[in-house]
């Protein structure tokens, strides 16, 4: 019998091996038995040298091809006898494999998140871009050049963290990116930034750390109808087109004159209710014109220049518009709390 003929019989007996074997041990040995270095097809392979070159070639092709045959069924076979083996763990095995795996909750984007991305968006569509400032700020931004001086009882208005580094403060609101933006740019300027604040509070409505975004417009002729349009506009947006808006005098060191804006009550519509305490408004945010003081501090000509700029507690915002009665309940972290929103 031919060499040809030896190498196909070989084949035909290592398939019938694989296809009857019932364990990996086994297949193992049959690897060796037709591949190993001492195998059956290396053994016909060193007989090919007294071959003549045109048989060796051909021969030697034949071996090969044989060679990657086995190989690919002794893989094929290994897979099966692995997922039996998987199967027979499982059976002895006293996991239920058919009970539902363990349920992780998943995460849902939190309400303040929400709220403040719609509230950057209604100003980024006004043509407003967005800034962002350090929490931990310099003194200086957070108050001086803010209109706030040292020992001025201003500051008393906001009890604020002192950190211990000399000239340094946890910001007490977002206010200090005004200065950080004039610094910057001249006018025209037109933002918003938002961010975490911090203060001295706790009760229901005020906590140490909460959101705030600023708002600034500085340009030529701006006047308070500027500034009463775009607060008219940004808060119908967020609580409807039926609210009413009104500005009452107030006092903030870095703007004059300043104003607090109240919305209708979006509970009785101004009647009266418990929620506006029977006045039929609600107090959403601080603001003002910009002080000449604050655009001198920051080297822009007040005599050029007006501007308006305002304030307000992102937390407050979705107090109001989803009526949460504690603002604590932001920051539990309890997902049937977030989830319904
Ligand atoms: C300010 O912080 C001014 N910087 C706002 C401003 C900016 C006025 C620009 C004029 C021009 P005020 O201290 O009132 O203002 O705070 C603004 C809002 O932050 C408040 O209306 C309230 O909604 C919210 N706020 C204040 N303290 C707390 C607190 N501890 N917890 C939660 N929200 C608070």
Redesign the pocket.
């Given at each position: 019998m031919g060499l040809k003929e030896d190498l196909i019989k070989l084949k035909e007996e290592a398939k019938k091996l694989i296809g009857s074997v019932k364990d990996k041990k086994s297949l193992d040995e049959i690897r060796v038995k037709y591949l190993g270095k001492k195998g059956e097809i290396k053994k016909v392979l060193k007989s090919l040298s007294k071959l003549s070159p045109d048989e060796r070639r051909e021969i030697g092709k034949i071996a090969n091809d044989i060679k990657d045959e086995i190989e690919k069924l002794l893989k094929d076979k290994l897979a099966i006898l692995k997922e039996k083996e998987l199967e027979e763990e499982l059976k002895k095995s006293k996991v239920d494999i058919h009970l539902p795996a363990d349920w992780v909750e998943l995460g849902h984007q939190h309400i303040l998140t929400k709220t403040l991305q719609e509230i950057v968006d209604i100003f980024i569509a006004m043509g407003f871009s967005v800034e962002e400032g350090p929490e931990v700020e310099r003194e200086e931004y957070n108050f001086d050049m803010l209109n706030i001086p040292k020992d001025h009882p201003a500051r008393d208005?906001?009890d604020t963290f002192f950190i211990n580094k000399e000239g340094y403060v946890l910001r007490?609101?977002?206010?200090p990116v005004?200065i950080r933006t004039m610094l910057k740019n001249k006018p025209p300027v037109a933002i918003v930034a938002p961010g975490r604040?911090y203060?001295k509070?706790m009760d229901p409505?005020?906590?140490?750390m909460?959101h705030?975004i600023?708002?600034l417009l500085v340009d030529e002729n701006i006047t308070y109808r500027d500034l009463k349009g775009t607060l008219q506009k940004f808060l119908q947006e967020v609580f409807g087109k039926n609210i009413k808006i009104r500005l009452r005098p107030s006092y903030?060191p870095?703007?004059e004159p300043?104003f607090e804006v109240d919305i209708s009550c979006t509970i009785c519509s101004g009647l009266g209710c418990r929620v506006c305490k029977g006045t039929g408004w609600l107090?959403?945010?601080?603001?003002?014109m910009v002080d000449p003081n604050v655009f001198e501090a920051v080297g822009i000509d007040p005599e050029k220049y007006t501007g308006f700029?305002?304030?307000?507690?992102i937390?407050?915002i979705a107090m109001l518009k989803y009526r949460v009665p504690d603002?604590r309940l932001f920051y539990y972290g309890d997902l049937r709390f977030i989830k319904q929103f």
């Open positions: 208005m906001q007490t609101h977002t206010s005004q604040v203060r509070d409505t005020h906590t140490p909460f705030q600023e708002g903030f870095f703007t300043s107090e959403v945010l601080g603001s003002g700029a305002f304030g307000l507690g937390e407050r603002i």
